[in-house]
């Protein structure tokens, strides 16, 4: 081998070494925001839920708010994104027709997106309708969404005389020195954390094993 090119190959051996001495060096970057994924359920008794709609403020809302005053509570969360929504509906009554439960994903911006609606209808009371969805491409609740943001994520549908469980599988950002956007309570407790429904503070779908915003 020439001595020119050995002496270029030593030159470009010691400048990797170089460069790998100054990675170990140098602290790596990392994501500064605290992100936090949470599986949240909620349930309704004898409710028709026709219709109910999700957005982010009112995921970010059911993913914990403190109270500050009486009066007043503030979102943990400044951002959210939800991985999978799992549903059960059971009908209540012998004789029954069963039970129908549905989510509609809502398309982004208003004009992409495919709108997916998955469905199931169960036939007896012995197995529940069970719908088990991810957020489709180019939804609204496939990428990130600020918690300020009241755009629909998606719908879900229950017929009447049903027992229903919701799982939310979400990632959410936690504020950093900032207050999210007031929700007004009611004889709150101050430092209390509370826990909204899936639909919002007084909405239908309620939080399991959690304490309920007042």
Known sequence: MPKSKK???????????????????????????????????????????????????????????????????????????????????????????????????????????????????????????????RPPARSLAADWSVGTNTGTLFQIAISSNTEVLIDVDAVFVLNDGTAGTVVTASGASVGTVYYAPLDGRGGVLLPVSKTVAT
């Open 7 to 133: 002496s270029k190959q030593n030159v470009q051996g010691a400048g990797k070494a170089e460069a790998k001495k100054m990675m170990k060096i140098h602290p790596p970057q990392f994501l500064a925001n605290p992100v936090v994924p949470m599986k949240l359920r909620f349930s309704v008794a004898n409710s028709s839920a026709t219709g109910i709609t999700v957005t982010p403020f009112t995921i970010c809302q059911a993913g914990g708010m403190m109270a500050v005053t009486t009066s007043t509570q503030y979102p943990l969360a400044t951002a959210v994104k939800v991985s999978r929504v799992r549903l059960w509906a059971s009908a209540t009554g012998a004789g029954s027709n069963g039970a129908t439960a549905s989510i509609q994903w809502a398309g982004s911006g208003g004009n992409f997106g495919s709108n997916f609606d998955v469905s199931d209808t169960s036939l007896s009371q012995a197995y529940p309708a069970h719908v088990d969805s």
